[in-house]
């Protein structure tokens, strides 16, 4: 999940703070960035150990991974496939 997360927090911060989305980041003061910093981490925390609970790899290791290997890879853990 580290890919998935590092890209995430990326489009998160680039949506909360710059101009491209909310345009927050000028306003506000470094305690209120940090929140909401912490905020972004703890949302993707949740994801990811819900995330890793039903599948193998991060969305975008997942695909990563087939490009690399120029195939489909299955996503689903085994347990839970039909």
Excluded: D, H
Excluded at 35 to 48: K, Y
Excluded at 66 to 74: A, F, I, Q, V
């Amino acid at each position: 999940m580290a890919l998935t997360n590092y890209i995430g927090q990326s489009a998160f911060g680039m949506l909360l703070f710059y101009g491209t989305g909310l345009g927050l980041g000028a306003g506000m003061g470094l305690v209120c960035v940090k929140l909401m910093a912490a905020g972004v981490w703890f949302l993707q925390a949740l994801f990811s150990g819900l995330w890793l609970y039903y599948c193998q790899f991060g969305p975008l290791e997942w695909i990563w991974r087939m490009l690399t290997y120029g195939k489909m890879l299955g996503l689903v853990k085994k347990r839970y496939r039909k």
